[in-house]
């Protein structure tokens, strides 16, 4: 008898696991039982991921790089020189793609983690 079948009460016939009524005689077959039926799969653990040494200087650089940018451009705009205010243009441009990309790393690494 393989392991998915039952026998028949009645007859003996070896039956299917989930058979209501036996395939010789026609005889009601029991309920398939909790020890009759495939073990259930065990829960999926949760992803568990601790930032590191280095993990910890990216995290850093990629919220501190943005915020230093701005504050450089705010604080080159309150000059009245044109070399300033092109300086603090540019400060504001790199903050603003390097909050860009950091976000877009941050969501990437994210989605990396779920995956793992």
Do not use: H
């Amino acid at each position: 008898m393989i392991a998915d079948e039952t026998k028949c009460r009645f007859c003996g016939e070896p039956n299917e696991l989930f058979r209501q009524a036996c395939r010789k005689c026609g005889g009601a077959l029991p309920e398939p039982t909790t020890q009759m039926s495939r073990p259930p799969m065990p829960p999926l653990s949760p992803v568990k991921y601790y930032a590191q040494g280095s993990d910890w200087l990216s995290i850093a650089l990629a919220f501190f790089v943005p915020i230093a940018g701005v504050v450089l451009g705010i604080v080159w705009l309150a000059r009245e020189t044109d070399q300033a205010r092109e300086k603090a243009r540019d400060c504001l441009i790199a903050a603003g793609i390097g909050g860009v990309l950091s976000s877009v790393a941050t969501y990437y690494t994210y989605l990396w983690l779920l995956g793992q």
